[in-house]
């Protein structure tokens, strides 16, 4: 007896229009269908944009055991729709494939932040705002924690006379607190129960590798510089591992909230119970998102974590997604630590601290350049290691000078592979030289861009601007050149350091404005990207980059139905209105995980 497998694909492929004006075209009908494939969930009536070039649009889907098994019309789906398949009726409304974020950090930042995340640089907040927020931490701050703990202020918003012990003593007056600001780790601001809690008094030295701001009289007035925060970390309860899954089990709400069905998690191992987090996470079901893991490499230094190391830590748990290595070659720009092909400018600037996560202020007197965080040859040799064991890479540049230097390591291993395999890249890439454009191409490398800072944010016109030489100024986020060189661009935010919101900053990389704040102007307006370009950059680059574009990113049958419906259809609005977009609902492997309220 001979058994007989059938695969049947239901694909309807139809091509409907953005506009309600248009008629929705039929271009073929759907394939027969074996009566016993019946769809658990169908969603139709609407304008689904597919991130498929042979099927831009499509009216309806049909999902069966978390994948689509026909993308077309709504005729098509009645072929495989059953007596007990859900159906939706997206009335019209508009829906795409889910978002990802190729670099967060959960295991580097969220722990400060499980129960009070204040808005720093990326929101521009007043102090006004600053302080709301953090009586609204305080009013639903768990009870039985010992002490408050929370982070992301941002120095400029802050007054000295708000940073001070009695004015957070009057806030929370009952228990140790301390408040740490959104660089992670360079200031802290604290009560008086915290400076008791660490032991701290007026007696403490100050210098230049740690300070306490002082009161007339010479008493800790509430905040600590630098090495000076050390005591007060020192005497926080640890942070353990449920408390862990606590707060990344936060970041992960808020990016399903945002449509976020995939990410990168970088720099993960650094700090004890971080892989065992994922590990409990994964096993009890509560990740419901495609997440891959990217060890620390390096942070901040040339010291490198040996690839056996890294081996082990893979090996040792049963984490999620596929293997990485996170690493950084420079700092940032106005911290005067990103290596630029054409020097900074002369300014009488001070370097400021930078509020992205691993970004480290230079000991090095300023000249005019920085050096890579590691040198040529070890870093060439490390990733060749890397690419060895199977480990993809992403390595944090920002300045020219440093993309360059990553290409050049990258290039050797790759044109001894034959293929960028591994599909190792770059993250940030806020200035990129021209004549590296075509290495990036030839190269197979990605680049993740950053669309929330193409806003003219303070963060740029006034930390980056003034230490850029003007012609190396007008190439930030150059991202319309690199698109049209044929560079292969992805989505990151660096969340929660800065915003986890994909709308602002698909709005900002349109408009090269900042969104609903038209009076602070515009930023290099020639480099702007169309609402296509920035939608594929989010959704299907982006999950090339994480190496899961064959089972999402795009709305295509034999794909996890990861996918997005919105508030209205982003085609259909003017490009000023794109921040203002609202996530109704967020599938993930046809599993409803995120319903607005």
Not at 176 to 186: L, N, Q, R, S
Not at 188 to 200: P, R
Request: charged share 20%; proline share 6%; with cysteine.
């Amino acid at each position: 007896m001979r058994t007989i497998l059938i695969s049947v694909t239901a694909v309807a492929i139809s091509a409907c229009s953005p506009s309600d004006n248009e008629p929705i075209s039929q271009t073929a009908e759907s394939a027969p269908v074996a009566p016993t494939l019946v769809a658990d969930t169908v969603y139709t009536n609407g304008k689904i944009y597919t991130v498929n070039n042979a099927q831009p649009w499509a009216e309806a889907v049909a999902i069966k055991d978390g994948k689509y098994i026909v993308v077309g019309s709504s005729e098509a789906t009645a072929a495989v729709t059953g007596q007990n398949t859900k159906i939706i009726d997206l009335d019209g409304g508009f829906a795409m494939p889910g978002i990802g974020d190729t670099h967060i950090h959960a295991a580097l930042v969220m722990p400060k932040r499980a129960f009070c995340g204040l808005p720093g640089t990326f929101y521009e907040p007043t102090e006004e705002q600053t302080i709301n927020a953090l009586k609204e931490c305080i009013a639903n701050y768990p009870e039985d924690r010992e002490w408050f703990i929370a982070a992301g202020w941002t120095a400029p918003a802050m007054s000295k006379e708000t940073l001070t012990r009695e004015f957070l003593d009057k806030l929370i007056p009952d228990r140790p607190a301390y408040v740490e600001d959104e660089t992670g780790g360079h200031a802290a601001w604290f009560n008086t129960k915290a400076m008791e809690a660490a032991g701290l008094s007026a007696d403490y030295v100050d210098s230049s590798e740690g300070f306490y701001s002082r009161t007339e009289d010479g008493n800790l007035a509430g905040t600590a510089h630098e090495g000076a925060v050390n005591p007060l970390l020192d005497a926080l309860p640890p942070f353990d591992v449920e408390l862990k899954k606590i707060a990344f089990s936060k970041l992960m709400d808020e990016a399903l909230a945002k449509g976020v069905t995939a990410f990168g998690e970088a720099y993960v191992g650094m700090f004890d119970g971080d892989l065992q987090t994922w590990q409990e996470l994964k096993q009890e079901g509560k990740i419901k998102q495609h997440v891959n893991m990217y060890f620390k490499g390096n942070l901040g230094t040339a010291e490198l974590t040996p690839v056996a190391t890294l081996e082990e830590w893979w090996s040792s748990f049963d984490l999620p997604g596929q293997k990485g290595v996170k690493m950084a070659m420079d700092g940032s720009i106005e911290s005067f630590t990103a290596p630029l092909v054409d020097g900074y400018a002369q300014t009488e600037t001070t370097p400021v601290e930078s509020p992205l996560p691993g970004d480290q202020l230079s000991d090095e007197v300023f000249e005019l350049n920085a050096d890579p965080v590691i040198p040529a040859d070890s870093f060439a040799n490390y990733v060749a290691e890397l690419d060895a064991a199977g480990f993809q890479v992403k390595v944090h540049a920002i300045g020219d000078g440093a993309v360059s230097m990553v290409l050049d390591g990258y290039e050797k291993v790759i044109k001894a592979n034959g293929n960028n395999r591994l599909r190792h890249h770059i993250d940030h890439c806020s200035l990129v030289h021209p004549d590296d454009f075509q290495r990036f191409v030839d190269l197979d490398v990605s680049c993740t861009v950053w669309p929330p800072l193409n806003a003219p944010l303070a963060y740029n016109t006034g930390g980056i601007k003034p230490v850029l030489k003007p012609e190396t100024w007008d190439r930030m986020y150059a991202n319309r050149e690199r698109q049209d060189a044929g560079i292969r661009l992805a989505n990151h935010t660096d969340a929660p350091a800065a915003t986890m919101w994909p709308w602002f900053g698909m709005e900002a990389a349109i408009t090269r404005g900042f969104p609903g704040k038209p009076e602070k102007g515009k930023m290099g307006e020639q480099h702007a990207l169309t609402l296509e370009e920035l939608i594929r950059i989010y959704t299907i680059n982006s999950a090339w980059s994480l190496r899961i574009d064959d089972i999402t990113g795009s709305v295509e049958v034999g794909k996890w139905a990861d996918m997005i419906i919105l508030n209205h259809n982003l085609f259909e609005i003017p490009s000023t209105d794109i921040h203002k977009t609202e996530v109704q609902k967020t599938l993930f492997k046809g599993e409803v995980v995120y319903q607005a309220e």
